[in-house]
Structures are given as structure tokens and as C-alpha cells.
């Protein structure tokens, strides 16, 4: 979706640098008309412009200036001119700033500006331009037929509708642009933030971990055989009126006593190294083993 955006603004780019040709030859081309004498329209006729007025002689030959001819072109006319060579001049700026915009959509970084403060410029020179553009149509459109000469739109004056019809679509064209500009991934300056993936371990375990209890939250204390003490934690009614206190088990057993060295037998705790021995005669002597319940 970002490369269709990217290519959108490209083909804006390559509409704004054909406008800025076409206002161009506009105003560069001297026929926005065509003149001819009522009278005698062999021996009085021409073309003129928003700059000179030229008449045509015997053998393709022409003259040029302000009185080589009765006719005199309107104010409209002048102005008309240069009212189309502001707008084209507009467009060139227009096409200088796209060039910016190319840089930062192939270098996707800030160039000069922000990207979106681009392209609204742009829309803004773009919406201008059109509204010059006709009016330069519409001022020399007001040069008329009188002081008895008939006049004929030249190929200036087509050209210059031409360069309001495609202007106007730069405008609209211009509008998408900066609309899709401030949307998700408009910008190619700005770097999208792209949600990392996480892993899980499960056989990752913490070196220095602490095993709490599940009800006071407070770390197990171990003895010396390994095994897990038990906790006494107090618990409170939710009026706060009485206490209770609770003795919980251990998420361990810590019942849990060493293994004999031996491997078989009862452990006798009471037992020491320097009980006597049985007699080999088959006597017996009776032996208390202590435990912890029965007596033998």
C-alpha cells in the first residue's frame, strides 16, 4: 500500500512538470490571435500577443512592433499575459518542490522540509495556478472585434484552455496526494513502528529467583536439609473486627528427610555407634529402639 501511495506522487510529479510545459509554450507562442482589416483584409492583417503586435506583407514577409498596424490590442490583453507567466512561474516552484519530493520518497528522509508541509505547499501552488491560469483565458477572451478589425483565437489561446483543463486536474490530483500524505505510511520519512516478536522460553528459569507463598507473599526460608519450612500468615475478615491465623502447607512437601547412606533399614535416631554387639553363643539382650509412636 505505501509503494501505491509513493507511485501516486510520482505520477503527480510527472503531471506538474507537463502543466508547467504546456503554460510554457503558452505564453512563449506570440498568436493568441489572428487580425483582419474589415476594409481591406489582404492589405491590413496579422497576429498579436500579451507582448507584440506583428503584420504580415507581400512574400511571407512580417513586421513587428507597437505601430506597424491600426490595431491596437486591449489592456486585457497585456495583463492576460502576465497573469499566465505568473502561473507558470508558480509551476515551475511547483516542480522544484516535487523534485524535493522525489528525493525524499527514493532517500526516504527529510529533505529541506517536512514531507507533509511539501505537499500541502504544492496543493496550495497547484489550486493557484488553475485559478491564473483561467484567468488569463477569461482576460484575453475580453479583446473583441472592434475599431474595424475582426479577430480569430490563435493557438496561444487553445493552448492556454489545454493548460486549465490539466491544471485543474493537478489540483485534484494534488488533493488525494495530501490526503494520503497524513495517512498510515503517507510519509515515507516517517518509519513505521513495527510490533517486535516475542519468544517464549519455557525452559528458561531466573538464576537468582525468590519462591514466594501464595497467600502473604513472603519468600520461603529453607533449613539446612533442604527441605521448605512452612509459613504462618495471618488472614483478616473483611469487616477488620478478628484475626485468625492461618498455617498453609508449602507448595513443597517438607516432609521430605535425607536418604540413609546405607540405602535399606529403619533410621534409628536413637542408635550410636557404641551399642554392644549380639552375643555369638545365642544368648539375646534386648534392645529399646526408639521411634517416634511404637515401642520393640
Not at 510520482?10 to 506538474?16: L, N, S
Not at 504580415?56 to 490595431?71: H, N
Not at 513472603?218 to 469487616?239: F, I, Q
Request: charged share 15%; net charge positive; with cysteine.
Amino acid at each position: 500500500m505505501a509503494s501505491g501511495k509513493a507511485l501516486y506522487s510520482i505520477a503527480v510529479v510527472v503531471i506538474g512538470f507537463i502543466c508547467f510545459v504546456v503554460g510554457a509554450v503558452a505564453v512563449g507562442l506570440p498568436t493568441w490571435g489572428h487580425f483582419y482589416s474589415l476594409e481591406n483584409p489582404n492589405f491590413d492583417q496579422g497576429y498579436f500577443g500579451p507582448w507584440r503586435v506583428c503584420k504580415r506583407l507581400l512574400y511571407y514577409r512580417e513586421k513587428c512592433g507597437i505601430d506597424v498596424s491600426k490595431f491596437r490590442p486591449s489592456l486585457a490583453v497585456y495583463i492576460a499575459g502576465v497573469v499566465a507567466a505568473i502561473g507558470v512561474s508558480i509551476l515551475g516552484v511547483f516542480c522544484i518542490l516535487s523534485v524535493l519530493q522525489l528525493a525524499m520518497i527514493s532517500s526516504k528522509e527529510k529533505v529541506g522540509l517536512k514531507y507533509t508541509h511539501l505537499v500541502m505547499i504544492k496543493l496550495a501552488l497547484a489550486l493557484l495556478a488553475t485559478l491564473l491560469s483561467i484567468a488569463a483565458a477569461g482576460l484575453f477572451a475580453v479583446q473583441g472585434d472592434d475599431r474595424g478589425f475582426y479577430l480569430v483565437r490563435g493557438e496561444a489561446f487553445y493552448v492556454q484552455i489545454v493548460c486549465i483543463v490539466i491544471n485543474s486536474a493537478l489540483f485534484i490530483m494534488s488533493v488525494y496526494d495530501a490526503l494520503f500524505s497524513r495517512r498510515e505510511g503517507g510519509d515515507p520519512t516517517t518509519i513505521e513502528e513495527s510490533g517486535g516478536t516475542t519468544i517464549n522460553n519455557p525452559g528458561f528459569k531466573e538464576g537468582r529467583g525468590i519462591s514466594m507463598t501464595d497467600a502473604s507473599g513472603k519468600p520461603y526460608s529453607t533449613n539446612g536439609h533442604g527441605s521448605v519450612a512452612s509459613m504462618n500468615t495471618t488472614a483478616t475478615t473483611l469487616t477488620g473486627l478478628s484475626d485468625s491465623t492461618i498455617t498453609r502447607s508449602p507448595l513443597r512437601s517438607s516432609l521430605k528427610k535425607p536418604k540413609p547412606k546405607d540405602g535399606m533399614g529403619i533410621q534409628n535416631p536413637g542408635y550410636s555407634g557404641h551399642s554392644p554387639p549380639l552375643n555369638r553363643n545365642g544368648s539375646q539382650k534386648k534392645v529399646r529402639i526408639q521411634t517416634h509412636s511404637t515401642e520393640v
